[in-house]
């Protein structure tokens, strides 16, 4: 635990001096879970929606994307059931006055259980050696299958309890198993309360007219409010898909996990519009389709899992995540839902306007099924970033501090470097940073020492250094760095834009999902 402590602390640490994420109004000491992107971070951000934008947009000719207002009519809450239902369950300690999400207390109780089976798992492999089966080892070891069956019972129970609003058999859960105040030790909780997410707001002048607004808690409502809207204007047919990226707003309560978890958050969402019955078909297209988006960023394989939802949101006939092995552990990423007709028919139903869809074919109209995909930009960009971030043993034997960053995604994408700040050398660097600039987004840095130079660079995750040296002005060459290998060559300066091209095009990169 320690350990994945002090590799968080370093991620977050490690965005705040390289430039990529402040905390909120820190000259104020912070706004809790609100956080500012700086200049590298938000380049990164930038970065990751366009790569989603242009996988889910640009490379399907039956999505389009919008972008939809944050405040939208009150009466959209009311009818996507956010007013009733979207709701923490949360519980306070009467000793430590400190409020939790008591269905996270119960996860996080799991969560220790899971831990054992790992213990159990990394003894066995050490006692087999090569012959060990993991997952053999998993389906047949005695203690390992009572602990699964100890997180299945707790977990479904923990779900029927939330789903029938039984709130007293939350607490009894947190109560047989014991569960202390992490913070304190203290078992003696209050009874267990909903309470709702959305942040309010008001709309307009007067005290008396004003009317009570709320910001949105996803950004999926705007495509159902607009999804006649566009389908008559784009005259796409079922099967299509609307996209959008955005903020969202959440008063979440626990939020200690950085960017993880925050109240002013990022998501990017596509609705998929299909026929009724043909959900089960598009959920696992979706789930794959995304897994593919995913895995095209060289993050490793194994550090994406699918967690199948045993409590379903009030919208949903099926829903998964895809979770990703964070510095704290496997958590969600992105969701996808089946989301079946609920939205566009409660939307029918609360603004007495017909969201249906004539079909040709079957020569009817209905109301389509919805199948979406949700991730979180902030999420993503924290797997990333925490992917990224290695410290690596050298051959001279010192360390150096790395972010290999997926280079389609990095900030910065090449690094000027005139070895020293005479003899000419800072005007022909100067030239390349203007020639490459059109392309690319570069820059220029004269101060240090070369070597001090690579390494600000490899910890900043530029994947290219470009060396101007005194051979440069005989015979128009350059000392090319790559940042994950630390290789150089010396190539044309009219080389360059090419090199780094084939590097970080997005084109390479998407060209691995297929
Ligand atoms: N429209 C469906 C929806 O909003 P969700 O599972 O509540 O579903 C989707 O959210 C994604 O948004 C999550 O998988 C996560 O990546 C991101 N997300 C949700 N709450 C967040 C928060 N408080 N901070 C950062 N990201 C969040």
Redesign the pocket.
């Known amino acids: 635990m320690a350990n994945q402590d002090d590799t968080f602390k370093k991620v977050i640490s490690h965005a705040k001096e390289y430039g990529y994420v402040f905390q909120s109004s820190e000259i104020y000491d912070g706004l809790s879970a609100v956080y500012d992107y700086a200049q590298n971070g938000a380049e990164l951000k930038k970065n990751i929606r366009d790569y989603w934008w242009r996988a889910m947009v640009q490379m399907n000719e039956n999505i389009v994307g919008i972008d939809a207002a944050i405040f939208m009519h009150p009466t959209t809450w009311k009818a996507s059931g956010h007013v009733d239902a979207f709701n923490d369950p949360l519980i306070d300690n009467k000793d430590s006055k400190k409020r939790y999400r008591a269905d996270v207390l119960i996860e996080d109780y799991c969560a220790k259980i899971e831990a054992k089976i790992e213990k159990e798992v990394k003894k066995a492999a050490k006692r087999f050696g090569d012959a060990f089966n993991k997952e053999e080892f998993l389906s047949t070891n005695g203690r390992v299958l009572g602990y699964q069956e100890k997180i299945k019972t707790i977990l479904s129970r923990m779900a029927k309890s939330l789903e029938q609003e039984d709130l007293a058999d939350v607490k009894a859960l947190i109560e047989e198993l014991e569960i202390a105040d992490p913070l304190t030790g203290s078992k003696n909780w209050t009874d267990v309360k909903q309470f709702n997410l959305m942040f309010g707001t008001k709309l307009g002048a007067s005290a008396e007219s004003a009317m009570d607004l709320y910001l949105r ?4 409502q705007g495509i159902f409010v607009n999804f006649l809207n566009v389908q008559k204007t784009s005259r796409l047919k079922i099967p299509f898909g609307i996209a959008q990226t955005g903020k ?1 707003f ?1 008063n ?1 309560i626990v ?1 200690r996990q950085f ?5 002013e ?1 990022e ?1 990017m ?1 596509m609705q998929f519009f299909i026929k009724p019955g043909t959900q089960g078909e598009w959920y696992e297209h979706w789930k794959a389709h995304r897994m593919k988006w995913h895995l095209s960023l060289g993050m490793g394989k194994e550090n994406y899992r699918f967690h199948d939802h045993e409590k379903l ?1 009030h919208y949903a006939d099926a829903a998964a ?1 895809i979770e990703f092995k964070f510095p704290f552990g496997f958590k ?4 996808i ?1 089946s989301r079946t007709d609920f939205d566009l028919s409660q939307h029918e139903k609360h603004s007495g306007k017909k969201l249906q869809y004539f079909d040709p074919e079957e020569n009817k109209s209905y109301v389509p099924y919805v199948l ?1 995909t ?3 930009l ?2 993503m960009f924290l797997a990333v970033f925490s992917n990224a971030l290695q410290e690596e043993a050298l051959e001279n034997g010192t360390t150096r501090t790395v972010l290999k960053l997926p280079s389609v995604l990095a900030p910065v994408k090449a690094a000027i470097l005139p070895l020293v700040k005479k003899d000419g050398l800072p005007e022909v660097a100067r030239k390349i940073v203007e020639e490459l600039k059109w392309d690319f987004n570069i820059i220029y840095d004269e101060k240090d020492a070369v070597g001090r130079r690579y390494r600000r660079q490899d910890a900043n995750g530029t994947p290219f250094c470009i060396t101007v040296d005194h051979d440069t002005l005989k015979d128009n060459t350059v000392t090319i760095r790559h940042r994950d290998t630390m290789k150089q060559e010396r190539v044309n300066i009219d080389d360059l834009r090419a090199i780094i091209k084939k590097e970080v095009d997005v084109r390479n990169w998407l060209m691995k999902m297929a």
Request: net charge negative; aromatic share 6%; charged share 40%.
């Open positions: 808690p996803e950004t999926a969202a959440r979440e939020a960017i993880f978890r925050m109240r958050f998501q969402e949101a995540d969600e990423l992105e969701g839902h979406e949700s991730i979180g902030d999420r």
